[in-house]
């Protein structure tokens, strides 16, 4: 089943802060998340698995709630390249296999 | 890093012919690749697992005497979409796993896009 993100768009000014999440009915073992610009292949942000992970990259974090089968993706202090469409992808095992969620549009403003 | 390489980028067909495209893994080895489906401005959508030396395994809705799948060695998996619609327009995009079945890593190829006329 697909996982749920929220909100479904957002927009911001450069330099604001945005959390985007994804819940799933089922119980996890990983979650993607990826970033996508229009027209282009989505690129590979992060990878958390179970365990109640929290990673981050520079600007962007984000934390895996195994018990609540939630995930959150946290962009700090945004910059106009942030702008796209994110995909947080669930698996339920360690096949690889990924069922991803509707997305949420982000659109960073000068 | 590793590195899937998809191709074609782009195929522009007539409705009626075939079009295969290809997913390499280009420095691993891969017994598990998977096909996905994007519509404009939507999600990707898995629709099959692709087994080296096997059978594929459709996702349920997938046609899979429409949407052939190959994977007949380690390194490439071969998606052909049969007799083409315009329906069947779409963003494709295939991803691998290397051996091992580890989630961390998983990559994505570059995608490609299906204008069928």
């Known amino acids: 089943q697909q996982p749920v993100q929220s909100p479904q768009a957002v927009i911001l000014r450069e330099g604001e802060d945005a959390v985007i999440n994804c819940s799933s009915s089922k119980a996890l073992y990983s979650v993607h998340w990826y970033r996508q610009k229009h027209g282009e292949a989505p690129v590979f942000l992060m990878i958390l698995l179970k365990g109640g992970e929290q990673k981050g990259h520079e600007k962007i974090s984000a934390s895996f709630n195994e018990k609540k089968q939630q995930s959150s993706l946290y962009l700090t202090a945004s910059q106009l390249s942030y702008s796209g469409t994110y995909f947080c992808?669930?698996?339920?095992?360690?096949?690889?296999?990924?069922?991803f969620g509707q997305g949420t549009t982000l659109q960073v403003k000068p | 890093g590793a590195v899937v390489s998809q191709h074609p980028s782009w195929v522009i067909c007539k409705s009626g012919t075939s079009v295969k495209i290809e997913c390499r893994s280009l420095?691993?080895?891969?017994?598990?690749m998977f096909w996905y489906r994007q519509f404009p401005k939507q999600s990707l959508m898995l629709m099959a697992t692709?087994?080296?030396?096997?059978?594929?395994?459709?996702e349920q809705g997938v046609e899979k005497d429409k949407f052939l799948i190959n994977h007949a060695s380690l390194t490439l998996s071969t998606l052909t979409v049969t007799s083409a619609h315009p329906e069947d327009s779409s963003f494709y995009i295939c991803?691998?796993?290397?051996?091992?079945?580890?989630?961390?890593?998983?990559?994505f190829g570059s995608g490609t896009q299906l204008s069928v006329l």
């Open positions: 991803s691998a796993i290397l051996e091992g079945g580890d989630n961390e890593k998983l990559f």
């Open positions: 692709s087994n080296e030396g096997s059978k594929a395994t459709y």
């Open positions: 420095d691993f080895q891969a017994t598990t």
């Open positions: 992808g669930t698996g339920t095992s360690n096949t690889g296999k990924l069922i």
